[in-house]
């Protein structure tokens, strides 16, 4: 164990670190959900595997070396969803966003969505609006019709009109522009939600907690407006309150960590 250590290079420094970092990372991800239970018993595996090779206990170390392959295949298969949120959040990143680009546009498009919203809560009329990232969302929506519009508030609010065929599905903001409308998600199972929330909430919260897609809805009950982001929903927001929260999600942020 001594010669071990004594013969660690700087490159064997590195590659522990990065390993220690992305466990600490995935053990944050994880922490409150029933999948740490399973991780946990994992990693007990993983420090068995390495005691027994230190040791020399040759049949457990035998034994856990041969169920190692089926193991991540289980792994694989029991938690796609989680895994596929937290190659997300990855994504999601300063270190992977210090490229990314604020232009005008976007401000422009957040400008006509928070608009119409406001329009459409003052009357009362039910809208959700799906504002896609970096996940594609072709896998998670069911697309009624393809528009690829320019995003407007008034095309917005025409779309929402009771006397339009597609407004009850879900608007789709891609790349600026209203790609798709009319289209119907998955919603959320998760029994923690509160009751009195409809269906378009429920949507909502569900295709956020599978992408890093940001949703905004408009109750036509009590004619409030949620914003739905990481599978969480924040309820009864102003128009400068979605303004400021849509442009802290969508502006990357400078280098130094100030405006």
Sequence with gaps: MLDILLNLTWRDAVDIFLVWVILYKLLTFLRGTTAIQVFSAILLILGLSFVAHVA?????????????????LALIILFHPEIRKFLVTIGQN?????????????LETLEEIVKACVN??????????VLERESNLDNYADITVI??????????????????P??????????NRI??????????????????????????????EQTDSVAIVVSEE??????????????????TTLKKVLKNIFSPKPRGGKK
């Design 166 to 175: 597609i407004h009850d599905g879900a608007v789709l903001i891609r790349n």
């Design 222 to 239: 009590t004619g409030t407006i949620s914003i739905a982001i990481g599978g969480k929903i924040i309820r009864k927001l102003d128009s």
């Design 94 to 106: 300063e270190i992977f966003r210090l490229f990314a680009k604020s232009d005008e546009k976007q």
């Design 179 to 208: 790609y798709a409308a009319g289209c119907f998600l998955t919603v959320s199972m998760n029994p923690d939600i509160d009751k009195e929330l409809g269906t378009r909430h429920r949507a909502a919260i569900g295709v956020t």
């Design 56 to 72: 020399e206990l040759k049949t457990i170390y035998w034994l856990v070396k041969n169920i190692a392959g089926y193991l991540v």
């Design 147 to 164: 528009l690829d519009a320019i995003a407007s508030k008034e095309l917005l609010i025409t779309i929402f009109q009771e006397s339009a």
């Design 120 to 129: 459409l809560a003052s009357r009362k009329i039910g809208a959700l609006i």
